[in-house]
């Protein structure tokens, strides 16, 4: 159906910066938002920041100021850039993407890609 592969994670210091990347690929007519939640073992999984065709974007507070979302249509990617990192962004980062396709409107997630962010 829609695939979402996900790259970018990694272990960086604190204060530094690492990129996300995410593409979907399947049977998309249209996407209507991509974003990126992350989850830590035994919590819930949070809105870290989505991006919506033709509005703007949308962060969590904990993250405002220091990541960016972004889109290119043409390749039905979503980028997550973010800077200033902090232990607390340590997390498993899953894309997500809303779709419209053969069977309708559709909800799904990437595998997920570890962020540590330690000394």
């Known amino acids: 159906q829609v695939q979402l592969v996900e790259s970018g994670g990694g272990l960086v210091q604190p204060g530094g910066s690492l990129r996300l990347s995410c593409a979907a690929s399947g049977s998309i007519f249209s996407i209507n938002v991509m974003g990126w939640y992350r989850q830590t073992p035994g919590k819930q999984r949070d809105m870290v920041a989505t991006i919506r065709s033709g509005r703007t974007p949308n962060y969590a507070d904990s993250v405002k100021g220091r990541f960016t979302i972004s889109r290119d249509n043409a390749k039905n990617t979503v980028l997550l850039q973010m800077n200033s990192l902090k232990p607390e962004d340590t997390a498993v980062y899953f894309c997500?993407?809303?779709?419209?396709?053969?069977?309708?409107?559709?909800?799904?997630w990437g595998q997920g890609t570890q962020v540590t962010v330690s000394s």
């Open positions: 997500n993407a809303e779709t419209w396709g053969p069977t309708g409107l559709g909800d799904y």
